[in-house]
């Protein structure tokens, strides 16, 4: 029983934990993976359009290098703390050693609401943001990608702002532009592997695509895509949402005109054909498959016995609390964990960057098969742990083979 709420990096740390003792990992493992190497606070002050200047504090959490170079996005959100970066870098660790890229985990954060920053200022935050970090990131040290509420375009002005100083390295981010060396497919990478995870589920359990109806918390970058290549594999998508609010349509929503009215309006509510639902009300829909793909904890201890999908993918970072995935394990509640369902993004990140590196480019198709080839082989490899141990989680069973992995690494190299 849980008396008090934990900080989302001790709800995270609470599936380290789990893996530790089911591993028997000692202590001295334990200490060095369930902390982080470094992590710095950063002042970023912003000339605003009056001329004044407003002052906002950005993050940059290293939580372990031990596979690889440090892998993780950068989040703009007025919630994105410490505590929120450091939960959101360790989930990077267990989720690259997952899908077996040779990377670790780290992640970034400025906590803004950036609808709060007009016309340049977001430009100027993150150019500052980007030269306050810099001493800490380098493209075999640590790459920046984008998360929520930023994107392309974001990394297109961090690789500008880091090229000033360093000369041309456009392996400092991934998820740029495609003209800038992006990668083909990254946009879309996170939804495609979500979509995938879907199918490996559908596949098993014998559901008729056409009978499956799916309810989307979030239409964002991964939302959209996951809602798009959904119902483009015969899935039915019945709802989706943004922050503010959902649409529902029992037949299957007509996403094409979804995209037309969030074009014109910003918003998905109010697409023509639609009723209006809230985000609390899209969560307990009774759908086959439930996708949180907008912020974290979106599924807790007082919401978690209303879901009535048999499915929930984690799309979004830890969008279930531990309380809430116990609720959920004893319902009965297949839940598939974010650190596998969302790899898709940072596995096609990893490609973009060997693209880099190499000064090559993949088409889509090759980026495509080589993404599923990842996902696939990480959720048999989840779905064979569970399998064997008998009585475990697909989170659990993901969480023992990250941690097992970095865990190899870190001795190897020596730290332990
Ligand atoms: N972009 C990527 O490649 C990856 C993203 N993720 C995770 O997926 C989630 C979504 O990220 P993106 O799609 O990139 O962000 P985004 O900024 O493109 O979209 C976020 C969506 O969530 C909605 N939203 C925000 N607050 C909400 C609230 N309180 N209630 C309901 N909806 C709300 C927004 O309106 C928007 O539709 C995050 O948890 C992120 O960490 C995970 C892996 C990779
Ligand atoms: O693409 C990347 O490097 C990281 C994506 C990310 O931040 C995540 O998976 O949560």
């Known amino acids: 029983m849980r ?7 001790q709800a995270v740390t609470d599936s380290f934990h789990r893996a530790a003792d089911q591993l028997g990992l000692n202590d001295s493992t334990r200490e060095l993976l369930s902390g982080t190497y470094r992590e710095i606070r950063v002042q970023v002050p912003v000339r605003t359009a009056d001329n004044s200047t407003r002052i906002v504090y950005g993050y940059r959490v290293q939580h372990n290098g031990a596979r690889g ?42 906590q803004v609401d950036p609808a709060t920053l007009p016309g340049a200022e977001l430009e100027r935050l993150t150019r500052r943001y980007l030269s306050q970090v810099s001493y800490v990131i380098g493209e075999r040290r640590d790459i920046m990608a984008p998360d929520m ?22 392996a400092i981010v991934t998820g740029k532009p495609v003209e800038l060396g992006g990668s083909h497919g990254r946009a879309a990478a996170t939804g495609r ?13 014998g559901w008729d695509a056409a009978e499956t109806t799916v309810a989307i918390q979030g239409y964002g970058n991964v ?12 899935f039915r998508v019945v709802a989706v949402s943004d922050v503010r609010g959902g649409i529902y349509a029992p037949g299957g929503l007509d996403l ?29 829909l009774d759908v086959t498959v439930l996708i949180p793909a907008a912020l974290g904890e979106a599924i807790r201890s007082d919401n978690a016995d209303q879901i009535r999908a048999r499915l929930v993918l984690e799309a979004a970072n830890h969008p279930v609390t531990p309380a809430a995935d116990d609720i959920l394990a004893d319902r009965g509640i297949e839940v598939q964990p974010d650190i596998l369902v969302n790899a898709g993004g940072v596995t096609v ?68």
Do not use: C
């Open 256 to 284: 094409d005109a979804v995209d037309t009215h969030v074009r014109e309006s910003g918003s998905v509510v109010g697409t023509p054909g639609t009723d209006f639902i809230d985000n609390d009300e899209l969560l307990t």
């Open 69 to 110: 170079p440090y892998k993780g996005g950068v989040r703009y959100h007025q919630d994105a703390d410490l505590d929120e970066v450091r939960a959101l870098a360790s989930l990077m660790t267990w989720k690259t050693a997952l899908v077996d890229v040779p990377f670790g985990g780290a992640k970034g954060g400025v």
């Open 149 to 170: 509420n930023t994107s392309a375009q974001t990394m297109a002005w961090m690789m500008d702002e880091y090229g000033r100083k360093s000369g041309h390295t456009p």
């Open 193 to 205: 592997g979500t979509v995938m995870i879907l199918e490996q589920v559908a596949a098993h359990r």
């Open 3 to 9: 008396l008090t709420k934990p900080s989302a990096f």
């Open 223 to 234: 939302g959209s895509w996951a809602a798009r290549l959904a119902a483009a594999e015969g």
């Open 349 to 416: 990140s990893y490609f973009e960057w060997t693209q880099n590196l190499q000064e090559f480019k993949w088409t889509e198709e090759q980026v495509n098969e080589q993404l599923r080839r990842h996902m696939v082989a990480a959720y048999t490899a989840v779905k064979e742990r569970a399998a064997a141990a008998g009585n475990i989680t697909p989170r659990q069973a993901a969480f023992q083979i990250g941690v097992e992995r970095v865990a190899s690494a870190a001795k190897l190299r020596g730290y332990l």
